[in-house]
C-alpha cells in the first residue's frame, strides 16, 4: 500500500510537497515577541515538569495551546525524567523546546534538537530564528546541541545515546519529503536499548489507503506504528491524551485549515478574507495519536 504510486510519480509529488512542509515546518512562529530577559524567572534546579510548562519564558500564545497538546501528560507519557537525553526531530520555533529545555538544564540532562537540513534559504532562515532564541536566553535553555535531520545527513545524536526521541507532529512532513523511513532508522540508532520513541501526529480515520505523501497532513495510526516496528521498535502502549473527537478529518486545506494555522486559501495564496473560519474553529486542533515505542533492551 505504501508504494502503489510509481516511482517518477512519487517523486514529482514529493518535491512539491516537500516546499510545503518546509513553509509550515515552523508553524509554531509567532509574530509576538517573548517577555524580555530581565522579566523572565531563571528556571530552579530541580524544576519539576509542571514548572517548566508554567514557566514565565513561554509565550502566551503557546500556553493558549497546552489543553489541546497536553505536554505535561504527554511528556509524563512519554516517561521524561530528569538526567535523561532527549533528541527532539525538528523543533521548528521550539514550541516543545521550551518545556523539554529548562527542564533538562535544571535537572542535568542533555536536549538535542535535530534540526532541518539548511539545504535551501527556507530551511537556513527556520535553523537560524531557532539558534537565535536559544542564544538569546542562555540561562533559560541551557546548552542545547543542534545537529541535523534531512535526507542527506547523518547521525542525530551519537549512537546508542538517547534516553528518548520525539517525534512531535511531523510524520507528515517527511512523508511528504520520502525520509520517513529514513526519520526512524535515524531515531533506532541514536538510542540506547531499552529507549523510548515518543511519538504526536495528526491521526487519520483508521481503514483508509494510506495516502503515501499525507497530503491533508492525517496519518493512520496503524500506518506509523507499522513504520515503527519496520524500523525494530515495538509498540509499548497508546494514549487518548491527544485525541479530539471533534475532528471530521474533511477540511478545505487539510489539517492546516484548523488552528493553529488557520488556513483560509491552498498554501502559497493570499488569505481569503470572506472564508468563514467559525466551524474550524469551533473543531480546535486535530486529532491526534500518541504513541510510545521502545527499541529493544536486547
Not at 509550515?24 to 524544576?47: D, H, I
Not at 530528569?82 to 538544564?105: C, M, N, R, S
Not at 547521525?155 to 517525534?167: I, N, Q, R, T
Request: charged residues 20%.
Amino acid at each position: 500500500m505504501r508504494r502503489s504510486l510509481s516511482i517518477s510519480m512519487v517523486s514529482v509529488s514529493r518535491r512539491s510537497a516537500l516546499a510545503g512542509a518546509l513553509a509550515l515546518a515552523a508553524c509554531g512562529k509567532k509574530a509576538e515577541t517573548a517577555p524580555e530577559a530581565a522579566a523572565v524567572s531563571r528556571p530552579a534546579k530541580g524544576m519539576s515538569l509542571p514548572q517548566a510548562v508554567a514557566g514565565d519564558w513561554r509565550l502566551p500564545a503557546d500556553k493558549a495551546r497546552d489543553p489541546w497538546r497536553h505536554p505535561v501528560e504527554s511528556l509524563e507519557f512519554w516517561g521524561l525524567k530528569p538526567g535523561q537525553t532527549v533528541v527532539e526531530f525538528w523543533p521548528g520555533a521550539g514550541w516543545f523546546t521550551d518545556i523539554l529545555a529548562p527542564y533538562l538544564a535544571a535537572n542535568d540532562g542533555k536536549l538535542i534538537a535535530a534540526d532541518l537540513e539548511p539545504t535551501d534559504p527556507a530551511a537556513v532562515e527556520i535553523v537560524e530564528a531557532y539558534r537565535a532564541k536559544l542564544k538569546a536566553k542562555p540561562k533559560i535553555y541551557g546548552e542545547v546541541e543542534i545537529t541535523a535531520f534531512g535526507a542527506t545527513s547523518g547521525p542525530v545524536a551519537p549512537a546508542g545515546s538517547a534516553d528518548l526521541v520525539l517525534f512531535l507532529r511531523n510524520l507528515h512532513n517527511w512523508m511528504a519529503a520520502g525520509i520517513v523511513e529514513k526519520a526512524f532508522a535515524d531515531a533506532f540508532a541514536a538510542l540506547k536499548p531499552g529507549g523510548v520513541l515518543g511519538i504526536e501526529e495528526h491521526r487519520a480515520a483508521p481503514g483508509d489507503v494510506q495516502d503515501v505523501l499525507a497530503a491533508d497532513g492525517y496519518v493512520q495510526q496503524a500506518y506509523a506504528v507499522r513504520l515503527a516496528q519496520e524500523a525494530g521498535f515495538v509498540l509499548d502502549k497508546t494514549s487518548e491524551i491527544n485525541a479530539n473527537p471533534k475532528d471530521t478529518r474533511n477540511h478545505p486545506f487539510g489539517v492546516w485549515t484548523l488552528p493553529p494555522v488557520r488556513l483560509t486559501s491552498p498554501r502559497g495564496e493570499a488569505p481569503n478574507p470572506s472564508f468563514d473560519r467559525a466551524p474550524y474553529e469551533a473543531i480546535g486542533e486535530s486529532d491526534r495519536m500518541t504513541l510510545r515505542l521502545l527499541k529493544p533492551a536486547v
